[in-house]
């Protein structure tokens, strides 16, 4: 299949079209993918990385099965604004969102075959995993790792094999039992109804509109609920009201002006419990947090004005929080 016809990640054949107003770019449509934006110049970085370009695919697909619409994808670190109405998001951003967790890992493909098309909840599901592309709902590279963990998910009462005419189990069709549907009502509603989205950041008067008519809006505009925890600073200790509340928010808006250490510490701890973070701070902050090499790695927004930071925390929530 020529290259032009196919999805730069999952390989699959799609629709692929230049774009006049983006000469470098073009925008892919894989029944796989979904929708993306690739510049020429990303794409050449990624060349030869299959593993990255497979993790890459997984969660696009993810996406693509939450009903989430497309992204612009890029390697730049100033991708927070919108490109044909498609929001920006680091190819390292994408990245992070693949489950490195085991729970994670299972509870996401449950999810993921729960939104696999079908007429009624117990209707059999066959996967191609000769191609492995529907090893993609899975996040497994390889056709034995699926029929293993198909045949794991069996053994947990989970999913039905079903059998050919001679009697042979047929690991890539099954049905999914009333089990099945119990611990996916369990997980969407925990999926659903976090709404919550904690917000770690200076608590100086100087940043009140940037967290009023900022992160606020923000995050209630991409319809979460901002949990903020005003307290003073004392003994040096966190307090364990705010360490339960991470625990129960969805995602972590860490805001680093003014460097204040707690922050540090609270983005750091959502990050060891697999939560997704958003790194934010000011422009005039930008020099000064380069000196800390514990974020530096990571694709900060960067902003001047509390509507600045409205619309590219916005684009950013819609495009990695799902």
């Known amino acids: 299949m020529s290259a032009d016809k196919q999805c730069f990640f999952c390989y ?3 629709r692929v079209d230049a774009l006049p107003s983006l000469s470098c770019s073009k925008i892919y449509c894989c029944s796989y993918c979904g929708q993306y934006l690739l510049d020429l110049e990303d794409s ?3 060349s030869g990385r299959e593993d990255d370009k497979f993790k890459i695919a997984c969660v696009l697909n993810e ?3 939450k009903g989430s619409g497309g992204v612009a994808l890029s390697n730049k670190t100033d991708m927070n604004r919108e490109v044909l109405d498609f929001p920006g998001i680091s190819i390292d951003a994408i990245l992070s969102a693949f489950p490195s967790k085991a729970s994670d890992f299972f509870d996401r493909t449950l999810l993921n075959l729960s939104r696999l098309p079908k ?3 117990f209707e059999v599901i066959s996967l191609n995993l000769a191609t492995n592309r529907d090893g993609l709902h899975l996040f497994i590279p390889d056709q034995r790792g699926c029929e293993a963990f198909l045949g794991e ?8 094999f079903q059998k050919g005419p001679t009697g042979s189990i047929k690991v890539h069709i099954f049905s999914l039992t009333a089990k099945f549907w119990e611990i996916i009502e369990k ?3 925990e999926e659903v109804g976090n709404k919550r989205a904690f917000v770690a950041m200076w608590f100086d008067k100087s940043m009140d509109d940037y967290y009023k008519d ?3 809006k923000a995050v209630e505009e991409a319809d ?3 949990v903020r925890i005003d307290l003073q600073e004392f003994n040096n200790k966190i307090c364990d009201e705010i360490i339960a509340e991470i625990k129960r928010t969805k995602f972590l808006v860490a805001d680093f002006s003014g460097l204040r250490s707690g922050v540090f510490f609270e983005a750091g701890f959502a990050k060891g419990l697999g939560m997704e973070v958003i790194f934010t701070v000011r422009q005039e902050d930008v020099e000064a947090l380069k000196e800390h090499f514990d974020t530096r790695q990571y694709n900060h927004i960067v902003y001047d004005s509390p509507e600045d930071l409205r619309k590219k925390l916005y684009n950013r929530i819609g495009a990695t929080i799902v």
Do not use: D, F, M, S
Not at 153 to 160: D, F, N, P, V
């Open 153 to 160: 998910l069996a053994e947990q009462g989970y999913i039905r």
């Open 119 to 121: 007429k009624q909840p």
């Open 63 to 65: 996406r693509r099965l």
């Open 224 to 226: 979460y609920i901002p």
């Open 187 to 189: 997980l969407q509603r």
């Open 214 to 216: 900022g992160i606020e």
């Open 44 to 46: 050449a970085r990624l």
């Open 12 to 14: 699959n054949e799609c």
